[in-house]
T-cell receptor, first 112, second 114 residues
């Protein structure tokens, strides 16, 4: 069956360091992969989309890589700040429209 | 600019009661979705509507019905609520297209079924 795995353990990191999150997937052949941020009591907010033919994508302090051979995406937050504290979700859609599926998310806690 | 608006924000039901969760978007998006989020399980797709007039089942449709009332509104109905439907429900919308397939989410409805 199709599965998206994210580290369920919270990532505690000191301000200014780089946080790296992992998204592994099985039995997908995704055309693209997305990352979302979710704050407590709020809906997820889209951050980045990376396509299968892109190795890396950047947006401000965020960097995403996508390795379709390893079936893995890495999400980096550089120079992390306490405001980056949130849960980060990865999401995949295969070829069929409308079926975007999400990982359970990894919580990031940035301490001053 | 409201985006995606869900009502109510909180609801407590007794087993067997029915209710409808409302969702409206003001971004002129074609596609709308209902997800539920449970601890440790991530978001699971209940139903979606690729365009006005069409609806399709997602991963966990049992116990739910939907109505795409018009392009703006997509409602989710629980006909006979069960404790297993205790969850946080999110509505989302997207503009279908090769470069615009990101989802915009509402702030969620926290539902408890006793």
């Amino acid at each position: 069956s199709q599965k998206i795995e994210q580290n369920s353990e919270a990532l505690n990191i000191q301000e200014g360091k780089t946080a790296t999150l992992t998204c592994n997937y099985t039995n997908y052949s995704p055309a693209y992969l997305q990352w979302y941020r979710q704050d407590p009591g709020r809906g997820p907010v889209f951050l980045l989309l990376i396509r299968e033919n892109e190795k890396e994508k950047r947006k401000e302090r965020l960097k995403v890589t996508f390795d379709t051979t390893l079936k893995q995406s890495l999400f980096h937050i550089t120079a992390s700040q306490p405001a980056d504290s949130a849960t980060y979700l990865c999401a995949l859609r295969g070829d069929s429209w409308g079926k975007l599926q999400f990982g359970a998310g990894t919580q990031v806690v940035v301490t001053p | 600019n409201a985006g995606v608006t869900q009502t109510p924000k909180f609801q407590v039901l007794k087993t067997g009661q029915s209710m409808t969760l409302q969702c409206a978007q003001d971004m002129n998006h074609n596609s709308m979705y209902w997800y539920r989020q449970d601890p440790g399980m991530g978001l699971r797709l209940i139903y979606y509507s690729a365009s006005e007039g069409t609806t399709d089942k997602g991963e966990v449709p049992n116990g739910y019905n939907v109505s795409r009332l018009n392009k703006r509104e997509f409602s989710l109905r629980l006909e006979s609520a069960a404790p297993s439907q205790t969850s946080v429900y999110f509505c989302a919308s997207s503009e279908r297209g090769a470069t615009n397939e990101k989802l915009f989410f509402g702030s969620g409805t926290q539902l408890s079924v006793l």
